[in-house]
């Protein structure tokens, strides 16, 4: 699909990463690995940068599978997820399948048993620019964003145990670290759920059939670049 990274690893003398000048966690995800020799990997880059996707934390998290597939004495599971909690919160739950619930700072998880059987309107708006993350918590700290803050947990952890169909994600709380108007406009386009991924600026939609999906994908394209896709483990 479009939407995906390519990254290759192979044995080298040194730690090099190659393909993307903007790299920042895959080299460190090699030296995590390293084991007196060195990896070369090569990036070939899909997903935009600094879009709220986790490119760069899913990129981190192949390379430290890859890299510790070719050791000789390949680290066991719980380092390996110890050296991906070091590079960033969201790196481990790309180490891992399948739906993830993260609490703490986002390294806690626990498997979800959650629908999957649908489809995802992604929407990247035209000459979006996303904040550092310290710009954008900072913002929510001014605006008093933490106040309901267990209220909110507690119904999001509640409601989790209600989610037996796609509709259902609807009643989940939504982002309440940004939003964005361009949610309601694809929950007019006929998403049951619509909000900001992460801290943006991407909009996704879910969608219960592909061809309301790649309508609203249609009417969307003019507000900026748009792809539609599905949960990895279900197509």
């Known amino acids: 699909m479009a939407l995906s990274d390519r990254l290759t690893v192979q044995r080298a003398p040194d730690i090099r990463v190659e393909g993307f000048d903007g790299d920042t966690l895959v080299g460190r995800a090699l030296e995590r690995v390293a084991d007196g020799s060195g990896f070369r990997a090569q990036i070939t880059k899909r997903i935009p940068v600094a879009a709220g996707l986790g490119g760069g934390s899913s990129d981190a998290a192949t390379a430290l599978r890859l890299a510790n597939s070719l050791r000789s004495d390949p680290l066991p599971d719980d380092e390996l997820l110890a050296a991906a909690r070091e590079l960033g919160a969201d790196v481990p739950f790309f180490l891992v399948d399948g739906p993830q619930l993260g609490v703490g700072d986002g390294?806690?998880?626990?498997?979800?048993?959650?629908?999957?059987?649908?489809w995802v309107v992604l929407v990247l708006p035209s000459g979006a620019t996303k904040s550092s993350t310290g710009e954008v918590f900072a913002a929510?700290?001014?605006?008093?964003?933490?106040?309901?803050?267990?209220?909110?947990?507690?119904?999001?952890?509640?409601?989790?145990?209600?989610?037996?169909?796609?509709?259902?994600?609807?009643?989940?709380?939504?982002?309440?670290?940004?939003?964005?108007?361009?949610?309601?406009?694809?929950?007019?386009?006929?998403?049951?759920?619509?909000?900001?991924?992460?801290?943006?600026?991407?909009?996704?939609?879910?969608?219960?059939?592909?061809?309301?999906?790649?309508a609203a994908q249609r009417r969307m394209s003019p507000k900026g670049r748009t792809w539609v896709t599905a949960p990895a483990w279900y197509r």
């Open 140 to 214: 929510f700290d001014a605006r008093g964003g933490e106040a309901g803050y267990e209220e909110r947990r507690a119904s999001l952890l509640a409601l989790l145990d209600d989610v037996r169909r796609p509709r259902a994600f609807a009643a989940l709380p939504p982002n309440d670290l940004v939003a964005s108007p361009l949610a309601a406009q694809l929950l007019e386009l006929g998403a049951f759920r619509a909000d900001v991924t992460g801290a943006g600026p991407t909009v996704y939609g879910l969608f219960l059939h592909e061809d309301a999906a790649r």
């Open 107 to 118: 390294t806690e998880l626990t498997a979800l048993d959650l629908p999957q059987d649908y």
